[in-house]
C-alpha cells in the first residue's frame, strides 16, 4: 500500500508494451498525487537524473569489462541494475515532459539525423 491507503500496482509480467506516453502519465499522476510538481522544475529534474546516473555508473565502477547479457552477474546485481537504469528513464521522461519534448518523436528524429551523419555503406 502507498501513504494513505493508496494502492500501488506492480506489474510482474514480462513482455508488456509500454508506450513512454504511458510512463509519462503514469509519472504525472503518481506527481500529482503527491503535490511534487512544485519541485519538478527543469534543474531539479536533471541534477536528479545525474544523481541516479550516478548510482548506476557505481554499479559497474570496479567490475571492468562485462559481457553483454551479464551471464556472471547474480540476479540481485541484474535487479539493482534494472532499477537504477529504470531510475534513470524515468527521470528523463519527467524532464522531457517538463520542458515540453516529445522524447518518442525526438529519439525518432535523432535516428533518421544519425542513419545520415553516419551511412551503413561507410567503413569505420
Same mark, same amino acid.
Given at each position: 500500500?502507498? *501513504? #494513505? ?7 510482474? /509480467? @514480462? %513482455? ?12 504525472e ?27 548506476? *555508473? #557505481? ?7 562485462? /559481457? @553483454? %547479457? ?28 517538463t ?26
Amino acid at each position: 500500500m502507498g *501513504s #494513505e491507503g493508496e494502492e500501488i500496482v506492480v506489474v510482474e /509480467e @514480462k %513482455g508488456i508494451d509500454i508506450s513512454l506516453k504511458d510512463l509519462s502519465r503514469k509519472l504525472e499522476e503518481f506527481a500529482q498525487a503527491r503535490d511534487w510538481g512544485k519541485y519538478h522544475s527543469p534543474r531539479n529534474l536533471l541534477l536528479a537524473m545525474v544523481g541516479e546516473v550516478g548510482e548506476l *555508473s #557505481e554499479i559497474f565502477q570496479w567490475r571492468g569489462e562485462v /559481457e @553483454k %547479457g551479464l551471464p556472471n552477474w547474480k540476479e540481485s546485481d541484474k535487479e539493482h541494475l534494472g532499477e537504477e537504469l529504470s531510475d534513470v528513464l524515468l527521470y528523463l521522461i519527467r524532464l522531457s515532459d517538463t520542458c515540453g519534448i516529445d522524447l518518442a518523436d525526438a529519439a525518432l528524429k535523432k535516428i533518421v539525423k544519425n542513419a545520415i551523419k553516419y551511412p551503413s555503406d561507410q567503413i569505420y
